[in-house]
RNA sequence: GGGGGGUUUCCCGAGCGGUCAAAGGGGUCAGACUGUAAAUCUGAUGGCACAGCCUUCACAGGUUCGAAUCCUGUACCCCCCA
């Protein structure tokens, strides 16, 4: 066996961990089962939820069996940590889709056909639908002093804040997650529980639980939240949240946000979201230093998660819509080509007599694209240089568009600025 | 209840009865530089059929050849006194 803990410790990985010492003997002796939860409030996991995952992933390729829980129970309930008010409840409907697409993606990252040691994935709805609210108070709740839930962190932030509170459903939500720690420890003889940090208070809960129901001793183990440099969290950008699903956070989109990850927190993301060795990493950091302008790192960041999260051909897809956005004229695309690489772009019709006869004059053009508010700074933004057509600077209030302009068969791709795309498609 | 001050273009804010589409700053947008960065520099920034025309300065009226600027009323905001 490898030594995990040494792993994850020089990675930066671990934030919190019960009795390190005794938990590294027992990791290092033979292959243990170990589990990681994940909230269904969204059908695909987003960037945040990646190292907790890498985490399972770190562990079974050290030889171990992780067990992903997605909380189909807990999510109707709503975890209070880190969160600041109460939760909206989600429908059971919403809630079984959710967890159908969280679970494709973990196919991803983890092996469940692994020989030796399969990754499994389980939904504490299945245990947890047979309780009846009577027997959960007595077997569970009774070994639940209230004076030690009160003094968690998320309760007691909760209700030191005036404007807040916490409800009793959400007050009880860490009975639920501390029996599932207790029941896989007794169905699948999970040993170890890990979580991003907010979840230390959870993990401990179920610890406790194990103890007082069995007597067993059980461990928990939290990374730190991934956060940037200046303190805001990874994985949002203006657009909003960074997905894993492609429906969500297309290839592209994936792949420049690593692409973009300020020289600061690089090393950090290589060390905690990549499988790269030390040495290689290393060797980054210093490339870094030396020549920052070259962005080795981000671009071996970049190139890392993309493959993992979206396959080989999706990084391929990613790489290509890369060097045409930044890059040279566009010339004999296939409308099916241009479609893929601008995903993200907005598109608008319009009907292909436009561009009979004069053609359409640019300034329209760009109005119509979307990329100017009105005409006047259309004008303008030729004027200044700032309009393209399939990335050729186009200048020339005049310029009349005709077919010969089209990039494929029957779409136009306009930009204002250095990256502000538009697609115009002429229809029959 | 009495007295005073305010309401300006995306935001802050300057505006003499004509030369005001309205200073300045911020933001935004383009350009240069650059590392698809930061900083910096340059230009632009109500609309349009663009040497012109149209619509803006809380709202409605009025004075005037002419009003963002003066008067009256209305609404909202702030301050002081009770």
């Not at 889709?97 to 399969?118: H, K």
């Not at 990754?119 to 639908?129: C, F, P």
């Amino acid at each position: 066996m490898s030594d995990i803990i040494a792993e994850l410790q020089w990675r930066g990985l671990v934030h919190q961990s019960t009795d390190e010492a005794r938990l590294r003997e027992l990791l290092n002796a033979e292959s243990r089962t170990l589990y990681c939860g994940f909230d269904p409030s969204a059908d695909s996991l987003h960037v945040g939820s990646l190292i907790p995952l890498l985490m399972l992933r770190r562990f079974q390729r050290a030889g171990h069996r992780p067990i992903a829980l997605v909380g189909g129970a807990t999510g109707m309930i709503g975890d209070p940590s880190g969160k600041s008010e109460e939760r909206n409840l989600l429908s059971e409907e919403v809630l079984r889709e959710n967890v159908a697409g969280l679970e494709q993606q973990m196919r991803l990252i983890l092996d469940f056909d692994d020989a030796a040691a399969p990754a499994a994935l389980v939904n504490n709805y299945d245990w947890m639908r047979g309780w009846s609210y009577l027997e959960f108070l007595r077997d569970v709740g009774k070994h639940f002093p209230v004076s030690v839930m009160m003094a968690k962190d998320s309760v007691k932030s909760r209700l030191e804040r005036d404007d807040a509170g916490i409800s009793f459903t959400e007050f009880s939500y860490m009975l639920l997650q501390a029996y599932d720690f207790a029941h896989l420890h007794r169905e699948d003889g999970c040993l170890l529980q890990i979580g991003a940090s907010d979840q230390w208070g959870n993990i401990t809960a179920g610890i406790d639980l194990a103890r007082r129901m069995s007597g067993a001793q059980l461990y928990g183990l939290t990374c730190p939240l991934l956060t940037k440099s200046d303190g805001s969290k990874m994985g949002k950008t203006e657009s909003g949240t960074v997905w894993l699903s492609p429906r969500r956070t297309s290839p592209y989109a994936f792949y420049q946000y690593w692409i973009n990850v300020d020289d600061a927190d690089t090393g950090n993301c290589l060390r905690m979201l990549t499988e790269v060795e030390r040495d290689e990493i290393e060797a980054l950091d210093a490339a870094r230093a030396a020549d920052p302008g070259k962005r080795e790192s981000q671009k071996r960041l970049a190139e890392e998660l993309t493959r993992l999260v979206h396959g080989e051909d999706g990084l391929r897809a990613a790489q290509r819509a890369t060097e045409i956005f930044f890059g040279a004229e566009i010339r004999e695309f296939s409308d099916a080509q241009l479609g893929e690489i601008f995903a993200d772009v907005p598109s608008c019709e319009l009907p292909r007599e436009r561009l009979a006869g004069d053609g359409l004059n640019l300034v329209d053009a760009l109005v119509e694209a979307g990329l100017a508010k009105s005409k006047g700074e259309a004008r303008r933004t030729i004027g200044q240089g700032g309009a393209y057509v399939n990335n050729r600077r186009t200048e020339g209030v005049e310029t009349q568009l005709t077919a010969s302009d089209l990039a494929s068969e029957s779409v136009m791709v306009l930009r204002s600025g250095k990256k502000k795309y538009a697609l115009l498609r002429f229809v029959d």
